[in-house]
């Protein structure tokens, strides 16, 4: 599995806010909004602040999609 934040990107673009706007708002570092723009891990501490900011759910920001060499795993 890996994280995509496509649905953050196209919140942002309807609410008319930039990534700026929201950085300093969420009061997150340029490297976790960097991180998220290449689709990479972040802390949940760093999606808790914006989804604080966005008034919003983890879901309505990110989701996690198939990869191709994902295997199963049994845990």
Do not use: F, H, P
């Not at 942002?12 to 990479?40: C, F, H, W």
Request: with cysteine; hydrophobic share 35%.
């Amino acid at each position: 599995m890996k994280v995509n934040y496509n649905k953050l990107w196209k919140m942002l673009i309807d609410l008319n806010m930039s990534k700026t706007q929201l950085r300093k708002r969420a009061g997150v570092t340029t490297n976790a909004l960097a991180k998220m723009g290449k689709n990479e891990n972040v802390s949940t501490e760093v999606l808790c602040k914006i989804c604080n900011v966005l008034s919003c759910q983890i879901e309505d920001i990110m989701e996690l999609v198939e990869t191709e060499n994902c295997e199963s795993k049994e845990i």
